[in-house]
């Protein structure tokens, strides 16, 4: 009923770059259920991410190599609804948990359709969607996992253990997010989207990325040191010094020739590195705490 490159537009191995926030909350929730973690985890792993990459395929209908697709396939209306079969599933699976824990799958879904649907295409607009990413794939989604592990209710929401870390997972998002629009500049600026990337210029990217991640570093240590877990800095900071190396090297390649650097395979490499050194540290907190 689905052809092969529909399923392959879901990318959903591209869920284990969005795995860290998921770790990040188990490690900052207490006497979680194993069985409330496994069904988070593959709600939002195997069916609301892969959902949301499917729709956002959809409409965008890259030509060029996009986030986890180097040479991506034509796309059908069979993807369209592969992707909504998807997200209902994940609807169905977030019920079980419950019904806070829906909504917040719900309004996660619905924003990411609205980010490339035509009749809102929040992607056109720099600065919102910029926002909107950071928070809805940080502070929002960190706070879905947390009420998801501990079926909590929204006073939950409300407390400092959970909203401190929350925004300081968003802070890094807001630096990562226009580095996974660097190497889209030629295709945005055809169908008329003016991302927050193609506004700053590619090598205005990199130093706008380079403040933010300075200042989630500079967030991540200030909250360690503030919840007593000193010896978490010292790990968080060598577990993240090959990204910081990796990204040195890709910004000085970018100064001598951005339109050159500013490549699908360099992005994607920062993402694995990105990704893998997160997801060890947090893996590595949550079972040293």
């Not at 869920?15 to 998921?22: A, E, I, K, R, T």
């Not at 802070?171 to 193609?198: A, F, M, N």
């Not at 993240?240 to 699908?264: E, G």
């Amino acid at each position: 009923m689905f052809k092969k490159s529909s399923w392959e537009h879901l990318r959903i191995p591209f869920s284990y770059y969005l795995m860290p926030v998921f770790w990040f909350a188990l490690s900052s929730a207490t006497d979680v259920p194993i069985v409330n973690i496994i069904a988070v985890g593959v709600i939002l792993h195997l069916f609301l991410y892969p959902s949301s990459n499917g729709y956002n395929s959809y409409f965008d209908k890259d030509e060029k190599s996009i986030g986890g697709l180097k040479n991506p396939k034509k796309v059908t209306l069979g993807l369209y609804y592969l992707s909504l079969a998807f997200f209902g599933i994940a609807l169905i699976g977030a019920l079980f948990i419950n019904s806070l824990f829906f909504a917040m799958v719900l309004i996660y879904g619905l924003v990411s359709m609205a980010y490339s649907h035509p009749a809102v295409r929040l992607k056109k607009y720099p600065y919102l969607s910029w926002i909107t990413a950071g928070f809805f794939q940080g502070a929002f989604t960190f706070a879905m996992c947390v009420i998801g592990f501990l079926d909590g209710d929204f006073s939950l929401l409300l407390e400092w253990e959970v909203l401190s870390p929350a925004l300081i997972t968003t802070l890094l998002l807001l630096g990562s997010y226009p580095l996974t629009q660097v190497y889209q500049h030629e295709e945005d600026q055809k169908r008329g989207d003016i991302t927050l990337s193609l506004k700053l210029g590619i090598k205005g990217t990199f130093y706008f990325a380079a403040i933010w991640f300075l200042v989630s570093g500079i967030a991540f240590i200030w909250y360690f040191a503030h919840i007593h877990a000193d010896w978490a800095i010292w790990w968080f900071l060598g577990s993240t010094t090959p990204l910081v190396i990796y990204f040195y090297i890709w910004f000085s390649l970018i100064i001598k020739d951005p339109n050159k650097y500013a490549n699908h395979s360099m992005a994607m490499t920062m993402n694995k590195i990105s990704s893998s050194a997160l997801n060890f540290f947090f893996i590595y907190y949550f079972f040293a705490q």
